[in-house]
Structure formats: structure tokens, C-alpha cells
């Protein structure tokens, strides 16, 4: 074919009635080449293998697991929760229950019948003599005659299984309700005072007096033994977080009798004051002054379009898109959550606390990894001021899960991609959030390979050029934790490659600016401060390359002198080699410095055609980061799981987790130690599992105003084949040119592999129109 078949005609991206004319196409298109492009049609159905063994539990089952605990036989002495006070039992929580892997590979792999369901119920026992927070595994589902219910307790190795102290146990409505009257009292002996300094008053949450805002941090205990809450007030209004005042109330809440609740003491100034009559004196002696006041407008802090800025030139057009612009090339079961593209095939599944997992996921027939899940999202803060200095958040306490939600077409996920929707159990109901998860594949911005050959004597400059398209299915979603947005992101990509990334977007959790503390982070605004802080993300990678059977091999670049007979006027020279060793025990490890050492999954009773063992290599990509404080009091057994790049762990069935939800407030003795993990066992040719983190140190600037931008914190890895087949993955790709030209007349042939570029008119629905509303089953 000659080069003018090449050009093909996509109309700009813009509403219909804005079409160009057709003499302004590349070439000359007739009406009946147009057809409207199937950006909007279903993907392809494609029937799941087996039925989805990790498929959260049903509506239905929620229901039912809610009707059978609060049955009287159970004897558990439920309160309703809309009821209950601090010294009842109510169910806090409902969610799907960890299959152990061993029961599913023997469904999924073999003739096995599928493993029944299991929900997670936590119920707080506010009521028994000794309160705690205990969880239960309810089933099996549906349930029946052979439902029961037990202590869901083998999975955790704090010591008390899945019991919690009271005092540790999440700061739901019902405690914050207990320390109000507490918290109103103290405050209302000081109105005067923050009346004074900060022109704000709290009476109580409900009291109309009130014109701030209260806002708590954790953890609130150390070890479940004790309790106390920080609370810091902030100015109301969609960004308070970023207009905090200088005033914080420490109350020590340990226990249920609220009658012996306590006040710790306020903190103003970065000074400490016990009562409020040692609050009053130092006020009324002038040392305590307000430097650089907050303002109440917040509307340089609002996420919206500002005239004053001015407009960019050009930017009254729309931008570029990514579109399937030829339909679809993955296909769906929704009922199934199944999802076959490109070779790739895996299922999905979604619980409340931890959100988005994958499951069995394989290229081209063959399993790579079991399960990739999210285990923990935290952030620690660092400052001199009360909240900041001692804030450690795990989001799974807040249930990551029921976070997800609305994501905005061809803004948060590109025009056309496949909606799906989240659901969670919320008491006895399930919550629905619609186009909460979007799936669709891109353009991944650069071919997948390419060279160009032969330059010298062509009229063209080359002999052969040839490129391959590069593409990737994405599956993502974002959970808007309080003030953070973070947006996870799962690529599939054409050459079996694997890549997780995560960004954070969203107001910074931000404190009152002192220009003595700049070493805590910068000034963003006129009396505020970012504080500087931590992200740390992990997860877990149960890799099953072709088997169960796997080893991590480590291969360091080391420097080594060598001679060459060839060149012994250079005598002994530095020469870089490879040492390659599989890793013998369990362990957290990190990168190497320099990027100087690889890591990869392999199976060394399987190997290619050149005699290597088949692998997948474990590949750092942007702002590969740990924890920054090894021992803080506030996360120092609760967070070993972030404190290290990487770890490698033997498979076990009562390991299900590197964390639990509830860790946060046991930093000195957690429900779940993941350096418990580390046992001294094999990894070299067994079940391994690898745990990863990703995040970033937010180092905090004024561009995080009005909120942080997702185009600077971001990090990822990529799980790449490594000797995992016998050549690159692209020679069965489709999209594709390979282009000669002729050396003596420069004519211009190629191959296409007979797939021409479509012609075809791009209609864009605005997104607001599309927007559904949340949902209870």
C-alpha cells in the first residue's frame, strides 16, 4: 500500500453540532464512511470459567447474618445500634469473611465443590463486665440450619485473637457522644478566651453558639489499657481542613463510666496548660498572643475555577481523550466479576475494610498471582503542635471500602469506561455506591517497542521502521478517606506486564503556622501551615508463578577487577557481573542503593526454552518509600508492615493479613504484629507471598493549595516478566506497522495486518447527566 493509505479521519473531539466540514479532514471521507464511534458499548460479554469463590456476600446474606445474630438463642444481648449507648452490645460492622486459599485452589484448580461464604461481623461489647470489641465469623452462607457463630480469632497473633480492649477499640459515635459533655464544659469555661483569640466559641456540636469545629486524631491508646482523645478546632466550611486555629483540648476517656472522664489539659502557643484557671492567667497576663490569625473565607481553598487567574490561551478546547475508539477489546462478567483482555484473565472482588482485590489473575492461561490486594493506606505527621505531632492514621479503620465512590467520566476515568458499582454491608442493608470502580483500556502514550533500520543511502532515512502499540486495561477507583483522595490504579498491560500505582490528591491535614516550626512544613497560607507527613501504602502479592512452588531470587550487580589478555596493557580494570541466589528465610528488605540488585518470583521447576526458571520481576517505579520513624510510641509495633520496601513471607492460611483494622490504637501491643510474620521458615521453592509498599514523603508546599495534585504524588511498581516466556510478548499484537522503503526510488510500502484505522464521529455526553445516587439494598 502506499503511504496516502496510511492517513486515516478521526474528527476532533468536540460536540456534534461543532463538527468541521468534511473538506477539512486529513482526507476526503463520504457520508456513508461515517459512523458514530462505540465509545458507550457494553463490553463483550465473556462467561466466567467457574463462579467467583472471593465474590463479597450478597444483599440477601447481610440480612440474614443480621437477623441470625440478634436472635435470642444467639444470647449475645444486641442492641440495636440507633439505640445503644457505650455500655451495650451493638454490631459495629459487617463484611465478608478472608477465604483461606487452600479450600479455594482446590475449587478454582480442580473438581472441588466452591467453598462456602463467611461473613465478618464485630460486635462491641460494651455491656459485659470486662468490655472489648470481639470479632465473629458467622456461616456458612446461606444461612441455615448449619449456620453458627465463633470468635473470629486465628488470623490475628496480638495475643488476644480478635478481642480488642474497649479502650482500644475504634472512636465510633457512640464514644464521642460519651466525652461530649466532657469536652462542652471545658471549652465553655474558656469561650471568653477563644472568643478573644480566635473570634470562635464551641458550647457543644449541636449548640448554636458554636461557630468551630471540633476534629479528633488518633491513635487514642497505646495499648488498650487507656485512652485519651486530642481534639483541634478548625474554622467550619467545606475546607476547614486547611484553616485550623491554634487551640487544642487533650481528655483522657478511659473507660465507659463517663463520670470519670478527665481533662488533660488545652495547648495554645505550643504551651501546655493543665486547667483552665492556668489557661486564664497566662491569657490575662498577655502571654499567650495569636501572630498570624486564620481567616474564615475559604474560598482560596476550594476546588473551583478562579477568575482572578485569568484564562490560559487555547484553553477554551476541550483536551486531548483517551477513547476506545474502535469498541471495546476486554471483555466483562458482571455477575461474575470477571474480566478477560488481552491474554489476561482475573476476577475481582471488593469488602469494606480493605476495598479493590484481585483474584487468580493469569496471562495467556497461566497463573501469575493469586491474590493483589491493598492491606493498609497510613499516614504519620510530624510538628510540635498536639495534632500533627502525634497523628498516625491506618485508613482500613475508617473501611477503605465504603470510601469508594462516584468517580466523574473522562475526568476521573476516561469517556466511555465501563462503570461498575460498589457495594459494601452497612448494618442490615448494602450499600450501593454506582460508577464507584471504572474499568477501560489506554493509550499507553508510547509504543510497546520500535527501531528503525538501514539510514545510510535511503531517500527515506531508513530501510525498516517498525512500531508496536502499546495499551493498557486499567481497573480503578478512589476512596476519598476524610481530607485525602486516593486514586488506585491497576494496568494490565499488552506485554504482560503488571503495574499498581497509587496518588494522593486532596487538603492537606494542615496546622497552624508558626514561623519557628518551618521545620514541620511549609506556610500555605495566611495563618496555616502544611505539616509534613508520611504515606505508606501496602500490599500483598500471593504470587503462584505456574505453581505454588516459588522461590524470591535476588541478583546483585557487584563490581568486580578482571584482566583480558586481549587489552594487558590495562592490567587489572573494574567490571560489573551478576550474582544471582535465591533468598533462603523469611524477611523485610528493601531496594538496593543504585537500583544495583533485582528481584524476582520465580519457579525453578519451570523453565523456558533457553533453560532459565520462569519469573516475574519485581520492578520499582516512582517514589518507592518505607515509614520514616522506625520506634515513634505512636506506630511502633502496629506499623512494622510499613517500615521496609519489601518482605517475603512462607504462605500460611492464618495469615491472611499483614495488618489489622484495628491496629492504630494498640501501637505498643497490636491485634495483628506483622514482624510475627518472620519465623525463620523457607522461602526458596515454596507458597511465598510478597508484601510491597508504595508512597511518597510529602514534603507539603503552597501548590497543595487548594488541594495536593495528583500529578506529583504518585508511586508505583511493576511486576514484569522476567525469562517468564521465550521472547517479548508482541509478536501476536494486531496494531502494528512495519514500514520499507524502497533504497533506490524511496516508495513507501507497510503492513497493517489488515487493520485499517476506523473513520467515525465522536459524540461526548456530559458527565454531571450521568451521575447516579447512592443506594441501599
Known sequence: MLAESLVAALLAIAPVSARPEPDLWRRAVSAADVRTCALTDEAPHVKAPKANAWAPISPQDVKDVWKFVHAPERALN????????????????????????????????????????????????????????????????????????????????????????????????????????LLKQAMTDVADITKALFNGTYYGASDPRTDIVAANTGPHSLDGSQSWITIMFRYPGAASYVTPIDFYIILDITGTDISKYTLRGYVTNTKFFKTADDLRKAFEAGEIISEFPQTRDQEWALLK???????????????????????????????????????????????????????????????????????????????????????????????????????????DCPFGATMLNVTYPANDVTDVHPQGICLFESDSGYPVARHRYGSGGNPNGFSNIAAVKSSALHARTIATIGNYDYLFDYAFHVDGSIEIEVRASGYLQSSPYYKDQTNFGARVGLGTQGSFHDHILSWKADFDIISTKNSLQRTDLIVVNQTQPWFPELGEFEQMELKAYNMEKEQQ?????????????????????????????????????????????????????????????????????????????????????????FNDESVDGEDIVVWFNLGMHHYTRSEDIPVTLYSEAVSSIVFAPQNFHDRAQEGDLQNRRWITSNATTGEITYEDQGLQLPTCKVALEEPATKILPWLKI
Open 78 to 181: 444486641l442492641t440495636n445500634p440507633a439505640n445503644a449507648t457505650l455500655t451495650d452490645n451493638y454490631v459495629f460492622l459487617v463484611d465478608t469473611l478472608y477465604l483461606n486459599k487452600t479450600q479455594v485452589l482446590s475449587y478454582i484448580d480442580g473438581d472441588a465443590a466452591q467453598p462456602p461464604k463467611y461473613a465478618r461481623v464485630v460486635i462491641f461489647e460494651g455491656g459485659k463486665e470486662e468490655p472489648v470489641s470481639q470479632e465473629y465469623m458467622v456461616g456458612p452462607l446461606p444461612v441455615g440450619a448449619e449456620t453458627t457463630i465463633a470468635p473470629y480469632d486465628y488470623p490475628f497473633n496480638g495475643g488476644l485473637g480478635g478481642k480488642i480492649p474497649y479502650d482500644g477499640r475504634y472512636m465510633d459515635g457512640k464514644r464521642t457522644a460519651g466525652y461530649q459533655p
Open 305 to 411: 475555577a478562579v477568575p482572578e487567574m485569568g484564562v490560559r490561551d487555547l484553553d477554551d478546547r476541550i483536551a486531548p481523550q483517551s477513547i476506545e475508539i474502535g469498541g471495546k477489546r476486554y471483555k466483562l462478567d458482571r455477575e461474575n466479576q470477571y474480566v478477560e483482555f488481552m491474554g489476561w484473565s482475573f476476577y475481582m472482588s471488593f469488602t469494606r475494610i480493605l476495598g479493590l482485590m484481585f483474584y487468580d489473575i493469569k496471562f495467556k492461561g497461566e497463573r501469575i498471582i493469586y491474590e493483589l490486594s491493598l492491606q493498609e493506606a497510613a499516614a504519620q505527621y510530624a510538628g510540635n503542635q498536639p495534632k500533627a505531632a502525634n497523628t498516625v492514621y491506618h485508613d482500613t479503620y475508617f473501611s477503605i471500602g465504603s470510601t469508594s465512590a462516584t468517580l466523574i467520566e473522562g475526568f
Open 589 to 677: 528488605f528493601n531496594w538496593a542503593q543504585n537500583g544495583q540488585s533485582m528481584f524476582c518470583v520465580v519457579n525453578d521447576e519451570e523453565k523456558n526454552s533457553w533453560g532459565v526458571s520462569r519469573g516475574y520481576r519485581l520492578v520499582p517505579g516512582r517514589s518507592n518509600v518505607h515509614l520514616s520513624t522506625l520506634n515513634s510510641p505512636f506506630s511502633k509495633h502496629s506499623s512494622h508492615i510499613l517500615k521496609s520496601h519489601l518482605a517475603v513471607t512462607q504462605h500460611h492460611d492464618n495469615e491472611p493479613y499483614g495488618n489489622s483494622w484495628q491496629n492504630v490504637n494498640l501501637p505498643l501491643k497490636p491485634q495483628q504484629d506483622f514482624s510475627k510474620l
